[in-house]
């Protein structure tokens, strides 16, 4: 895809595909395995004629994520690949989509370079930037707002087509997915699902945050953000999960800016070796010590000191 970079370390990712955090649990020895090792290496054609070879779905298992592969598999046959930049490409379906191609650049380009310059991240990672098909999107399709996943070459980021009808809303989301690049890459992969909202609802740039109607603590609010959200309940923990988050990136935006965000993903990968092991041993999260250095504050006091005065 020539978007190898020379000096570009890309974080392990150790058979992430079939990490349970990316995709819930696959069972050993059903084709799933190895559907998302394809998926992982983006060969969208192999997944998708596995996924026909083994019979869709597999009983109802894991359909929101045949669905996400059927998406970027569509993408892929159809659109037109533009870019040529080595480390941003497009896939664009030029007869769907309510902008021209020149258009759709300048907005990834005015993202990434927008939220580059705000959080101090000049470091290009391998992405590949892909608007899906307009029809591939339903109330109940997972992530159908856009997603970032990072494959194991490069960084991937989805934008549902009904983005294109409005340029301002497109630019925002593809801030908030770029925010979630940047937060891969800076961390090594590292930082918590909280976080990485955190960090993407502020590179967004999003108006203020609602009020939500329980504060969580880190490891529920991880968990909020893995509801299903197709209807009703599900939906709405997610949705005030954005916001919590949203709220806890504006107040550490508050204290150090948007550079001092940077900063803290920076501080999750600049440990020493020794480090690494004493945090070991004492179970401390690679989240609470990028905090200590950069804040000054624990996970747990960041938590308290951002929660609004009427919880
Ligand atoms: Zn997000």
Same mark, same amino acid.
Request: hydrophobic share 40%.
């Given at each position: 895809?020539?978007l190898?970079?020379?000096?570009y ?13 990316? !995709? +819930? &649990?696959?069972?050993p ?12 290496? $983006?060969?969208?054609?192999l ?5 026909d ?10 359909l ?23 480390w ?7 007869? %769907?989509?309510?902008?021209a ?6 907005h990834?380009?005015?993202?990434? $370079?927008?939220?580059?310059?705000? !959080? ?16 591939? !999107? #339903?109330? =109940?399709?997972?992530?159908r ?8 070459? /490069? ?9 294109? $009808?409005?340029?301002?809303? /497109? ?6 997915? &770029?925010?979630?690049?940047?937060? !891969? ?8 699902? =909280? ?19 329980? =504060?969580?603590g880190?490891? %529920?609010?991880?968990?909020a953000?893995?509801? #299903?959200?197709? &209807? ?6 997610? =949705? /005030? ?12 935006? +508050? ?6 965000? +940077?900063?803290?993903? $920076?501080?999750?990968? #600049? ?26 504050? +624990?996970?747990?006091?960041? /938590? ?8």
């Amino acid at each position: 895809m020539g978007l190898a970079r020379d000096h570009y370390q890309r974080p392990l990712l150790t058979d992430s595909a079939l990490s349970p955090e990316r !995709f +819930g &649990y696959v069972h050993p020895g059903l084709p799933w395995q190895d559907i998302l090792r394809a998926y992982d290496l $983006d060969q969208l054609d192999l997944a998708m004629q596995m996924i026909d070879s083994a019979g869709v779905g597999l009983g109802g298992n894991q359909l929101g994520t045949l669905r996400m592969i059927g998406a970027e598999a569509e993408a892929r046959s159809r659109a037109q690949q533009l870019g040529g930049h080595d480390w941003l490409s497009y896939e664009l379906i030029v007869e %769907e989509a309510a902008m021209a191609p020149e258009e759709v650049e300048v907005h990834v380009r005015g993202a990434v $370079d927008d939220v580059g310059r705000r !959080f101090g991240y000049s470091q290009r990672p391998p992405t590949l930037v892909t608007i899906l098909p307009r029809d591939s !999107f #339903d109330q =109940w399709t997972p992530s159908r707002y856009g997603y970032h996943i990072a494959k194991r070459e /490069f960084d991937k980021v989805c934008l549902p087509g009904r983005l294109t $009808d409005d340029p301002a809303e /497109f630019s925002e989301a593809m801030r908030h997915e &770029y925010g979630h690049v940047m937060a !891969f890459n800076r961390t090594l992969g590292r930082c918590p699902r =909280w976080l990485h909202e955190a960090v993407a609802m502020v590179a967004a740039n999003e108006g203020p945050s609602r009020m939500v109607p329980e =504060w969580l603590g880190p490891h %529920e609010l991880d968990r909020a953000f893995r509801a #299903d959200d197709s &209807y009703g309940e599900g939906e709405t923990r997610v =949705w /005030f999960a954005y916001q919590q988050a949203h709220e806890i990136g504006r107040y550490l935006k +508050g204290l150090k800016g948007e550079m001092g965000l +940077g900063t803290l993903l $920076d501080a999750f990968s #600049d440990n020493s070796a020794l480090k690494n092991v004493i945090m070991a041993v004492i179970n401390q999260e690679s989240e609470d010590e990028a905090l200590r250095q950069v804040y000054g504050l +624990g996970t747990r006091q960041v /938590f308290e000191n951002a929660r609004p005065a009427s919880h």
